[in-house]
């Protein structure tokens, strides 16, 4: 008994010299002085506010100046519908794949070793280093009326390029590793503890995946979906080389957007890009929502 309380007292003597350190190195951080605390803060809002607010203000402040009624004009345009229509329908296609791509790969990476792991992980970071535009060159390449596949599509009648599809496609390869690096992390800091212990109990390897491993990762499913969706929505070199820019049926609000302020049509350009303004700051709201719940997550498994 005696060696019971004396060895709780070492561990709340223990815990309390923890708890002192980290508010030593916590008041260490604060050590610079008042003036260079304030100069650095302000520098700071000053640079967010020229490069962010600043911007965010001037498009809406465009796309209202006519008032409401010219602002909800340029929007019913039909070739606006058709961009937005376009654009939400491209992103659904890409989200929807990088989904169901992000989810295999995130598991196989994260739960089995295997010979090529390295060489996946790097194919899906690929996009980060490749320019947007050399993407859509690539798809040029493969599916124009020159290229790899050009002559069979063309004889059975399949258009790829300056349609739908190729929009799709580029769409896709530049927003592939935004599900699978969301999750990939997540996945490898919860180990396979509970999976294996779900298929000791019987279970399949699918109803582990829907009963134990989704509800456990669904934050990051829903995180790497929102970016994805973002990228998707406001992706403009690699659909540039791909959409042929026909006006009412291959462009997308980002495309749509440069064509009318280079027609000098400014209140319809930036209302158009007021949407995708909107999108930007309903992105960073629901980010910031669902970092804090992957943060309590995370501290509710460290419990």
């Not at 495309?255 to 000098?264: D, F, G």
């Amino acid at each position: 008994m005696t060696m019971q309380i004396a060895d709780s007292v070492s561990l709340s003597t223990s815990e309390a010299k923890a708890r002192a350190h980290a508010a030593a190195a916590r008041d260490n951080l604060r050590t610079e002085p008042r003036a260079v605390r304030i100069v650095v803060i302000a520098l700071a809002m000053i640079f967010l506010t020229v490069f962010v607010v600043l911007p965010l203000v001037v498009v809406f402040a465009q796309a209202f100046s006519r008032g409401i009624l010219a602002y909800l004009a340029a929007l019913a345009e039909p070739e606006a519908l058709s961009a937005i229509k376009l654009t939400l329908l491209v992103a659904a296609i890409s989200v929807g794949l990088n989904l169901a791509f992000g989810l295999v790969a995130a598991w196989a990476i994260a739960k089995f070793e295997f010979r090529g792991k390295t060489f996946l992980i790097t194919l899906i970071d690929l996009p980060f280093s490749v320019s947007p535009v050399i993407s859509g060159l690539v798809f040029v390449l493969l599916f124009g009326a020159q290229g790899y596949f050009g002559g069979w599509l063309r004889d059975h009648d399949i258009q790829i390029l300056f349609a739908v599809p190729g929009i799709a496609l580029a769409t896709t390869f530049v927003t592939f590793p935004f599900v699978a690096r969301a999750l990939i992390p997540l996945m490898q800091e919860q180990g396979t503890q509970e999976e294996e212990a779900a298929i000791s109990l019987g279970a399949s390897g699918l109803q582990t995946f829907f009963r134990v491993t989704l509800p456990n990762i669904k934050w990051g499913v829903l995180y790497g979906v929102l970016l994805c969706n973002a990228r998707a929505m406001g992706e403009f070199g690699a659909v540039s080389v791909v959409s042929g820019h026909i006006r009412g049926e291959t462009n997308t609000m980002p495309l749509l957007v440069e064509i009318l302020y280079n027609e000098y049509q400014f209140v319809a350009a930036f209302a158009i890009a007021s949407l995708l303004a909107m999108l930007a700051l309903i992105t960073l709201i629901a980010k910031s929502v669902l970092e804090r719940h992957l943060h309590e997550g995370d501290e509710l498994r460290d419990d």
